[in-house]
């Protein structure tokens, strides 16, 4: 890490915030000849997007906040000669279910073939098969035409409209609540549920919300990389966050830990960012700054009044196991099973319970999530002799638990919500997963887990909100700005998942804001 001295001076870009959009801002602008600090708080640059071990003594480095890739544009890696790889999970999802008294479920992978027959067991038909080829046939092409849009400046809403060519389309996606669609298309009520889930990531609403956060939430979860594939980072979501880095640094990028911005001043035209370190403060001079952080941090920053941060609502728990646990459905092999994202009680109607009891102040009697296994995928987050021993890391996310559950006694509810949510896993092992989990060197069972208020503390996203505010429209809207990382500040620029087209592990801020200054006369 540069001495504290490094920034105590003036450059053209002053960037606050580590994490990857920062850095993909300062690997772009430092490409391009300009020269950029970085000051980012924290120990380590990389923000939500790294990979660390959690577990005392076990060599197992888990992605330990985000933890897929899908938003993340082929450009960006490009354009940075990222070292960086994703692997595609041969298993899109498993969804145990109990029917007639017998454990079964839904497997979605393994070729046309097995999917169209997995169907029909479940259904006893062709006919909801033949609905979700049509409903993903749709999302595939607006993902299609709306991804390539996202490093762009922002189109407007009828030039979004007009690229998307498709009037239903748009109606499903943009205009009704996408529960319209969901019992529209569906009749089976465990189809619906999947279906429903990617509208409910890190977003507490229910199908039919007239506000259409869950719409926006969907909107980017079907069209990452114009496919809408989620796919598994290579040696971890830090493999991303160090590409990045070294990519910024080869470039002349200064990054420096351990440096807290506190204050922006600016006149529109030139900047001083103060910076607080263990040995005291200091003052960066800047032609333009970009803030890597939620607007409420931004507006701190700048002395302006904060906007109501948005309730994040999500639970995320990493796991050790010695082994895969048992299914009760013989039929599925936990290796597939475990491979995509295993749908935990998220049955249609069993997400709208969940939802009504949390918005009545109750931890959901049936907790909602859904898990998957990296090491599948990617063995070498693991080391050598855990490999051939067996071990397998489990990533769980649970829905519908938001931060206002939490405010009383966030250890205790954690704990409780903790235990009722790998109880409804255990109704579908053979073996409960307490006998599963690896040991730590000190004998503690390697299982961790974050609620929003932990993330709100340990990385201050306001209210726990994975993307540091509701999702926008990927679309021009009033004070937008060209680029959708503007503010009220002509020099001053968000580059953070509250931008518009942010959230998720993407770089799409990064990138826009650099494009931002790069645009400028006077950049």
Known sequence: ???????????????????????????????????VLVLERLGHTGGAAVSTRPFAGVDAKL???????????????????????VRGRTVSSYTPV????????????????????????????????????????????????????????????????????????????????????????????LVRGIVLTDALIGTFADAHDTSLRQNRCFLYHVIGGGTGAWDVPVGGMGALTDALAAAARSAGAVLTTGHEAVRIETDGRA??????TADGEGVAGARQVL????????????????????????????????????????????????????????????????????????????????IYCHSLTDPTILGRDLVERGYQTLTLFGLHT?????????????????????????????EPLTDCLALDADGRPCIEAKTPLDLERDLRLPGGNIFHRDLSWPYAQDGTGRWGVETRHANVLLCGAGAVRGGGVSGVPGHNAAMAVLERKDG
């Open 271 to 276: 900047a001083e960012v103060t910076y607080r």
């Open 98 to 189: 109990e029917r007639a008294g017998r454990p079964t479920g839904l497997l979605v992978g393994g070729g046309e073939r097995r999917i169209r027959e997995a169907f029909e067991r479940l259904t006893g038909g062709k006919e909801e098969y033949r609905a979700w080829r049509r409903f993903y046939g749709m999302t595939g092409q607006v993902a299609a035409r709306v991804f390539p849009t996202l490093t762009e400046p922002l189109p407007t809403r009828d030039e979004l409209r007009h690229r998307i060519d498709d009037e239903a389309a748009w109606r499903t996606l943009f205009e009704e609540p996408i529960g319209v669609a969901v019992e529209e298309h569906f009749t089976d009520d």
């Open 291 to 370: 803030v890597n952080a939620s607007p409420q941090e931004l507006a701190g920053l700048v002395g302006d009044p904060a906007p109501e941060p948005a309730e994040g609502a999500q639970l995320k728990v990493n796991m050790l196991l010695k082994r895969l646990p048992r299914l009760r459905d013989t039929a599925v092999d936990p290796r597939e099973a475990f491979a995509g994202t295993f749908h935990i009680a998220e049955g249609y109607e069993q997400l709208a319970t969940a939802h009504a009891e949390a918005a009545a102040g109750r931890l959901p009697a049936a907790p909602p999530s859904e």
């Open 402 to 430: 938001p931060a206002r559950l939490f405010t009383a006694d966030n250890d205790a509810v954690r704990a409780e919500l903790l235990k009722a949510t790998l109880a409804q896993l255990d109704a579908h092992l053979a």
């Open 1 to 35: 890490m540069p001495p504290a001295t490094a920034a105590s001076r003036t450059y053209d870009t002053v960037i606050v915030g580590g994490g990857h959009n920062g850095l993909v801002a300062a690997a772009y602008l430092a490409r391009a000849g300009r020269s």
């Open 63 to 85: 992605s330990r906040y985000s933890y897929l890739v899908s938003l993340l544009p082929r450009k960006i890696v490009r354009d940075l000669g990222l070292d960086f790889r």
